[in-house]
């Protein structure tokens, strides 16, 4: 059993807040995705769970137990690094079994578990080898297995994948993922890769400035953006926003066309997916700008109202730069967001 | 034309290398054959081309008053310097390379100027204040000097090994169930191993070759280098080549083992 609760965590470093009153709660053996853009405290948050930094107010608890004055030997965590920390001076045996070695445990317990974990990770053929000797890709393995062969009760990832050729990255990913599902531990991974986020997580925490805007499943951080930032950062490419100016009981003029929309009086934001909207005789009006066949789908650039906007149609439409299409918004799928608090609003 | 001014560019590259290795190797040399001759060949001319590998003169320094504790006196130094430079440095080197703290850039440069303080300076002002404690014409008074003479540079050295160490190795280590300082003994100290051997090698050669502090510093339990100093110009000829001999062989061995760490540690410097 190892939940954990992050409780009123803030971290400054001199005079800039890197992290603002973060609360959040990771379910046992859930796998938690930390997304957000560079620099908005990602690696941070993780390094306080870890205890590789010290939070400046608040608390950390692991399995009922307040960690956060503990030295990270002592929390029940293991952690993979970005750019893996394979040790240079050990072999892919010592460097898996290291942490075992470290709980002094006997020597055969040592080699069954650094077989089994270097069998789970598909190295058991480099285990003489060290680390020089390995590719990038066989180095991220290593430090995985190194993890996982500590049974730990959470394991924390700093985006380990980011420094893998595309390709290598979707493999490792699916694996990644199979290998934590059937290890029964609390993950913590983080990544700005919002593909990778979205699929692997249990529950994406989106992260912006310090904070944690919305956590939830992956389809409800996309289809419901709790905020207009998760709205513009999740998807790609990603939400469409127009100005909204309330007509009475509950009808909105949204670039001169009437839609309808929550019974509010007061000035609103009108958010819809690009591939939430069809070609029809009546919508908004969108003059294309960039025309961009993506093969399954045709991206179209255009503007709507002096806005950016963009649509992800039907591949076997035929549209020119300088077209005038009407795209009519999926009714369930239009979303509303208040633009003085960029919240959601139902 | 082209060809010629490339052969005769040629030309001057391979005679001013053959300059410069010969203005470095010639002297070198004629101590190796003056050191193996007997003393009579030594006072004598011209030489011969080939040592006579006859161990006369070296044996003649052996016996020579007072030199063999010279020679002691210079290994005991040499290393208490070595030990207390590295046991001194290696911490600063540390934590110039892992921590972030107040007048880190200065403390830094504080380090490189030490070096800018002419010796002779300081030399009286030290003499009376060891005369004082009680440091005078001891082993280790000198060692002490010798380590502040050494110190700059194993900070410098050791600071450029550790940086070169990403922390991830060892955060990844306190993950794994070390503390730091077992993070440090089994991650930090093999990789580092051979870089501090080096440095410390090279803080015996600064002390096995200093000769102002050891002069002015010791009487009775002199150094080489100030034994042979101060016997300059009462000594026979062979007894000096003996001597130049012991001193330099050591050294060059030495830095010629730790060449490519002094290499890193100017990278450093320079930056
Ligand atoms: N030791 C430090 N001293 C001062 N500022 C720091 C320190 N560590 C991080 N920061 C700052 O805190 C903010 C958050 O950093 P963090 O490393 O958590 O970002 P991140 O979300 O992991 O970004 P990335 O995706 O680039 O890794 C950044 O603005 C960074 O400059
Ligand atoms: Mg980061």
New interface residues.
């Given amino acids: 059993m190892a939940v954990i609760e992050i409780k009123n965590v803030a971290k400054r470093f001199g005079s800039y807040q890197a992290l603002h009153d973060i609360n959040l709660t990771i379910d046992d053996q859930e796998f938690m995705v930390l997304l957000g853009a560079s620099g908005c405290g990602k690696s941070t948050l993780l390094r306080i769970i ?3 930094e010290t939070q400046t107010t608040g608390e950390v608890w692991i399995g009922g137990r307040r960690i956060d004055h503990l ?3 002592d929390r029940g ?3 993979v ?1 970005q ?1 893996y ?1 394979v ?3 050990l072999t892919v045996f010592e460097n898996i079994g ?2 075992l070695r ?2 002094k445990l006997p020597n055969d317990e040592v080699k069954r578990r650094v077989e089994r974990t270097a069998e789970l990770m598909h190295i058991e053929q480099l285990l003489s080898r060290y680390s020089g000797e390995l590719s990038g890709g066989q180095r991220q393995r290593v430090a995985v297995a ?1 993890a996982l062969a ?1 049974e730990p009760d959470v394991i924390l990832m700093d985006e380990p994948l980011s420094n893998l050729d595309a390709l290598l990255r979707m493999e490792m990913r699916a694996e990644l993922k199979g290998v934590l599902a059937e290890s029964n531990t609390t993950a913590i991974y983080v990544t700005h890769d919002q593909v990778e986020a979205m699929s692997m997580a249990d529950r994406i925490s989106v992260m912006h400035e310090g904070r944690i805007v919305q956590a939830a499943s992956p389809i409800e951080v996309y289809r419901d953006p709790a905020e207009r930032f998760v709205a513009g950062f999740i998807g790609n490419p990603p939400m469409n926003f127009l100005p909204a100016e309330p007509t009475g009981a509950g009808q909105w003029r949204v670039a001169g066309q009437t839609l309808k929309g929550p019974d509010l009086n007061r000035p609103l934001e009108f958010a819809i997916r690009p591939e939430d909207m069809t070609l029809s005789d009546a919508g908004l009006k969108a003059k294309a700008k960039v025309v961009e066949p993506l093969g399954a789908h045709l991206l179209v650039t255009a503007e709507v109202d002096g806005t950016l906007f963009r649509a992800v149609l039907d591949s076997d439409l035929k549209v020119s730069p300088g077209d005038v299409l009407t795209l009519a918004p999926t009714p369930d799928r239009i979303r509303w967001f208040d633009p003085k608090s960029h919240h959601a609003v139902q | 034309m082209n060809a010629e001014t490339r052969s005769s560019g040629r030309f001057l590259y391979t005679a001013s290398v053959v300059l410069l290795c010969a203005w470095v190797i010639v002297p070198l040399y004629l101590l190796l054959i003056n050191t193996l001759s007997s003393p009579e060949t030594v006072n004598s001319f011209p030489k011969p081309f080939w040592p006579e590998f006859d161990l006369g003169s070296l044996s003649f320094f052996a016996g020579f008053e007072g030199m063999l504790t010279a020679l002691k006196n210079s290994i005991l130094v040499a290393a208490m310097t070595m030990v207390m430079s590295i046991a001194i440095g290696a911490p600063a080197g540390y934590a110039l390379s892992r921590f972030d703290f107040p007048g880190k850039g200065l403390f830094r440069l504080l380090i490189l100027l030490t070096r800018a303080f002419p010796l002779p300076l300081l030399a009286l002002p030290l003499a009376v204040m060891f005369i004082r404690t009680g440091l005078d014409d001891t082993v280790f008074g000198l060692a002490l000097v010798h380590t502040t003479l050494a110190i700059p540079f194993s900070v410098l050295i050791t600071f450029s090994l550790f940086s070169g160490i ?1 922390i ?2 060892e ?9 730091r300082l ?1 993070a440090f003994t ?2 930090v100290l ?2 580092i191993l051979p870089g501090i051997t080096a440095s410390a090698i090279f803080a015996f050669v600064i002390s096995w070759n200093e000769v102002f502090a050891a002069a002015v510093l010791t009487i009775e339990n002199r150094t080489l280098t100030a034994f042979l100093l101060q016997n300059l110009d009462t000594s026979p000829l062979h007894l000096k080549f003996a001597g130049g001999f012991i001193l330099v062989v050591p050294a060059l061995i030495f830095i010629f083992a730790v060449r490519k760490y002094l290499f890193a540690m100017w990278g450093i410097a320079n930056r």
């Fill in positions: 870890a205890g590789l030295p990270p030997k965590i293991a952690m690094f750019n920390a040790f240079p001076h290291f942490g470290m709980q190194r500590m | 990403p991830e190795l955060e990844a280590a306190w993950t794994l169930g070390c503390t077992t089994k991650v093999p990789l």
